[in-house]
């Protein structure tokens, strides 16, 4: 048995069921350390049923604003000696030092790096030159690293080039978001379309340009309002009530089953972020068959939207809603098509083979788990959208 220990901030509930496989794996004894608190943008009530070892590491954490905690670990190296992992699987954070300092006198022992950091995200953050020091210590320290996709591997192959680097997909429980192809069909053929947005309401969503956008096409071409309507799941410290309008409905947060159900009904899912790690509700809206309206700084676009939607380069009011009147002016079989595409793409980002990365990972199997194929770099883009 391979002692593995994975570290995170809090549990999330949608990893839940990839760290049920590896706690169910019968060669890895696996245990789950987290060492934060919730941000308060994370509302969660409701998690599966946990199959795994878990406990929280003493720590100091401290509330930045609605979307970052400072969380500081107090106890990690000497839950690692209690613990006795050969394996930690950690982000390049404040958890990543404890286990870079712990592995360098513990022979045997190694850390892999899991990271969904892109050049985007890290480029808008701004990281000081400190954090980037100490970034480059933790990676080249590292004998191997797992990534959600090729965005994610870029960045790590600015600071080593030789990486060796796992691919394993975010993933969710599938059988909440998904429909069948007939389900498709029949929400399909309804006259009035849906479209979604899911995320917190924070200026880098993108989602005051998506309400000014959608505003001025439904002035543009009044007629669209009886065609469509523009569903937002989410809560956040923007002040949006000036964009109270009968074809604009605010559902606030929401889980469970009417989360699930909004996102089932939905047609058309819209995220314009102007940064984003590997945000989970694009898979979602793959298994819940919706055609795809991403921006181009969307970490996981490059595996997500293959013929089942368009790529949004720049993020501007116009281009948004150039965007979405492409979507619906196009006839309604080439839309079906598309969202039939989503289904097909949302079966590269399952539990499985997520797992499948991992395991490769954890025993250091000599073949990489394969790169999934980009549709295009955003160099090869179409101005202003791409299909």
Known sequence: ???????????????????????????????????????????????????FSEFQTKRIS????????????????????????????CAPDTGGVSAYLYTRKTPGSSYIIWSEATHITEQVRKIGFLKKCLRSVIYRGSSRFIVPGQMAADYIREYVPSAKIFYANNCLNEDDFKISEDYLRQKWAKRRLTLTFSGSLIKDKGITFLLEAFKGLMKEKPYLKENCLLRILGTGPLDLSAYQDENILFEGFCEGEKYYNFMKESHVFILPSLRDCNPLTVIEALFAGNILIVSSRVGNYPEAVRDNGLIIQSISEAEIGRAIDSILALPRERLVDMALNSLAVSSTF??????????????????????????????ELCSPCAW
């Open 1 to 51: 048995m391979k002692k593995v220990v994975l570290l995170q901030k809090y549990i999330s509930p949608y990893r839940i069921p990839l760290f049920n496989g590896l706690a169910e794996h019968p060669e890895i004894d696996f245990t789950l350390v987290h060492y934060g608190n919730l941000e308060k943008r994370r509302k969660w009530t409701k998690y599966p049923t946990k199959k």
């Open 62 to 89: 401290i509330k930045l604003n609605y979307t970052q905690n400072i969380n500081l670990p107090l106890s990690l190296i000497s839950d690692f000696a209690r613990l006795r992992p050969e394996v930690i699987i």
């Open 350 to 379: 399952t539990v499985e083979k997520s797992l499948e990365g991992f395991i490769s990972a954890i025993f250091n199997n000599e073949r990489e788990a394969s790169s999934p194929k980009r549709v295009s770099s955003a160099d």
